[in-house]
């Protein structure tokens, strides 16, 4: 029988190693898979990248010096699943259809997006496929902001893969037909704490992030209960504008560059208890709010990449949805969201498409109403 490994949580034997050259890896950006060397003394296994982790130039220049050519790798990724999320996209892309035509295509790249979603515990649909060919088609930001991501903060580098990744699916849910203003969005996700990705970032700024994630105020809380120094509270606390300042350098990546201005309120609540301002969802737009909302939808991140996917990690969609919802009765946003969400997973889509009376506009121009 296989000698039965077990590393860092995940199960594996020697049939679930396959092959892989140091040239194929080069040539991706996420990896596809856990990759693995063996000891040259008992032949036991060592992850030396994770599935999902950015490959840097690093890496690659490290092992080719070494004269490394092959490792093994645990594959997570399904190349046909992934091509098929791609050409969805590559149809919605096309600019010779009609509306008609587009509401199909967009109800037909839902429902491939779906399965990722409803059998996520099946190999062949793990959520990094998704990842991967979401980033695949709609990455407009340089590479080294993903490099600095993952090297500084893999917390940071898988949430907003999972963020962008989301903004674009709640952007169609939502009623944006505008592919151009999905793909700002989705780059836009890349980009909501690039001020914090420099040599100052911790451990107190990393747990305030995932407590922001759920409740901005918490997030404040914390870091003055830890009397942290009032310049990495500053850092934090003013991270949305920071963020914002930073990320116009890319602002010819976008496609309406009034998107950008979106990273100044991911942090707001709709009570008023976010920060850096305190504003109040009612003065945010619908746009707004789906960015605020997908940053705080996305579960931590490790349990995104996993081998074997105990739990969907989705789940914690709809959980985080429900409890938007009871929090703000009164948000016609969230009852929203979360009813989109049961026809996206339930595939009752209406025949419509995805057209309702409460859509939210897809002017871009109608962004950027507040100016703090
Ligand atoms: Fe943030």
Redesign the pocket.
């Given at each position: 029988m296989d000698e039965i490994f077990n590393i860092k949580n995940l199960q594996f034997s020697e049939n679930d190693l396959d092959f892989i050259q140091l040239n194929d890896l080069a040539n991706e950006m996420i990896s596809p898979g856990h990759i693995v060397v063996r000891s040259r003394v008992n032949g036991k296994p060592f992850i030396i990248l994770r599935a999902g982790d950015f490959i840097d130039d690093y890496f690659i220049e490290k092992y080719a010096t070494a004269g490394i050519s092959s490792f093994y790798q645990l594959k997570i990724v399904n190349r046909d699943q992934e091509e098929k999320i791609k050409y969805k996209i590559s149809e919605l892309m096309s600019n010779k259809i009609n509306e008609w035509e587009r509401n199909n295509r967009n109800v037909e790249f839902l429902k491939e997006v779906q399965k990722f979603f409803k059998n996520s515990q099946e190999s062949q649909y793990s959520v990094l496929n998704l990842l991967r060919a979401m980033n695949a088609k709609y990455n407009c930001i340089p590479l080294n902001i993903f490099e600095k991501n993952s090297t500084i903060s893999s917390l940071i580098y898988q949430r907003n893969l999972m963020i962008s990744t989301l903004m674009v699916i709640f952007g169609t849910l939502l009623g944006i037909s505008d592919l151009k203003l999905l793909k700002d969005l989705y780059n836009l996700g890349q980009l909501?704490?690039i001020s914090l990705l420099k040599s100052g970032y911790n451990t107190f700024i990393e747990e305030a992030?995932k407590l922001?994630y759920h409740q901005s105020k918490d997030a404040l809380v914390y870091l003055k209960k830890n009397k942290v120094h009032p310049e990495v509270y500053r850092t934090f606390f003013y991270?949305?504008v920071k963020s914002y300042q930073l990320a116009t350098q890319f602002v010819h990546h976008f496609n309406y560059p009034e998107v950008l201005e979106l990273i100044k309120f991911?942090?707001e609540e709709l009570d008023g208890t976010g920060f850096p301002q305190g504003i109040s969802y009612q003065e945010l737009g619908h746009i707004d709010q789906i960015t605020h909302l997908c940053q705080q939808l996305v579960p931590y991140e490790e349990i995104i990449f996993s081998h074997h996917q105990e739990k969907n990690p989705f789940h914690a969609i709809e959980e985080r949805l429900s409890i938007l919802k009871k929090a703000n009765p009164n948000s016609m946003f969230f009852k929203l969201a979360e009813k989109k969400w049961k026809w996206f997973l339930e595939l009752t889509i209406p025949k419509e498409g995805i057209t309702l009376d409460q859509a939210p506009t897809n002017n871009p121009l109608a962004l950027g109403k507040i100016n703090p």
């Open positions: 909501l704490d992030l922001s991270h949305p991911h942090h």
